[in-house]
């Protein structure tokens, strides 16, 4: 306490109470009171910038050959643009490797969120090392699964039940929901394909009248959406909805809730950089029945794993 210089462990504390979202006031306070010393808001983003070429590393880092189940996302923040601030997309993707465990394969900046930049993302992990994806679970985005397609052709592409579902109550009456949401449920809690196109029949015939558009929604995404109904319950709770990602997603918004923009595009980056740092620590066990999962998704995709798996 009471020395004048910051010390490599001084400076390890303010990157662990930042990267656990504390403002600069606050950091500062803890170092004055744990320290004696105190450090200025400057002094604190100096420290902090050391973790930008850290960040450009861990982006370019190389990546594995194949990963079975990837989720891509999108989050928006505010970020000082040309004196203004603009709402800008960070592209997520999040991805199970071979050992089941959740990795961040990567994080993008764009200005918005545009199947076009995914193509960008996709090209990237390519880029990297990864040739193959088994199954991706994307949002509703339009032109998303053709974006994936023209990468990664023999991915199986699994639209978001949960953002279908959201979208499709924005155009049904309030009074209606509760009725309307229970066939719909008929539809996409089905046991079998089948019975979930019988059941996408029965909706129509009771809300096709009212809701043409929320209808045509279904039958033109139908290929994407119902895409899980071909597997065993393991595969299905993990592909048909982005869950997985969005809980990566809640923990940004934990970390950045107390900043009402950034003055910049690097000083999210870095925030968002110790959030997966952090996140990752957790991740230290497969995800439940992987061994299982692993053996039927061998049979589903023939040969595919075999290279990863040291056939």
Not at 26 to 31: F, K, L, P
Not at 97 to 110: C, D, F
Not at 197 to 213: M, N, Q, R, T
Not at 232 to 261: C, M, W
Request: some cysteine; proline content about 3%.
């Amino acid at each position: 306490k009471h020395q004048r210089s910051i010390s490599d462990e001084i400076e390890t504390k303010i990157l662990s109470m930042y990267g656990r979202g504390m403002s600069y006031a606050d950091i500062a306070g803890h170092v004055e009171e744990m320290y004696g010393i105190g450090v200025s808001a400057a002094t604190i983003s100096t420290i902090t910038d050391k973790l930008i070429t850290e960040v450009k590393a861990w982006q370019a880092r190389p990546l594995e050959g194949l990963y079975p189940f990837v989720w891509l996302d999108a989050i928006h923040y505010k970020i000082r643009d040309k004196g203004r601030y603009q709402s800008k997309a960070i592209y997520t993707v999040l991805a199970l490797n071979m050992e089941g465990k959740k990795e961040v394969l990567g994080l993008y900046l764009s200005e918005s969120e545009g199947a076009n930049f995914w193509l960008s993302v996709l090209t990237d992990l390519h880029n990297r090392g990864v040739e193959d994806i088994l199954i991706a679970s994307v949002d509703g985005l339009t032109g998303f699964p053709e974006a994936i397609a023209s990468i990664y052709p023999q991915t199986e592409v699994q639209l978001c039940i949960v953002h279908q579902i959201r979208n499709s109550l924005r155009y049904v009456a309030s009074k209606n929901q509760k009725a309307f949401m229970v066939d719909l449920k008929r539809v996409y809690r089905a046991a079998s394909l089948g019975e979930a196109e019988v059941a996408l029949d029965e909706l129509e015939s009771l809300w096709g009248e009212k809701y043409p558009i929320v209808i045509k929604s279904w039958r033109t995404k139908w290929e994407h959406l119902s895409a899980y109904f071909k597997y065993p319950h393991d595969i299905r709770r993990i592909i048909y909805t982005t869950n997985s990602i969005e809980a990566v997603h809640r923990q940004f918004r934990k970390l950045t809730k107390t900043k009402g923009g950034f003055p910049n595009n690097d000083s999210l980056l870095k925030l968002l950089y110790m959030g997966i740092q952090n996140a990752s620590k957790k991740w230290t066990m497969p995800i439940q029945n992987w061994t299982l999962t692993v053996s039927q998704l061998s049979i589903f995709f023939e040969g595919r794993l075999d290279a990863a798996l040291k056939l």
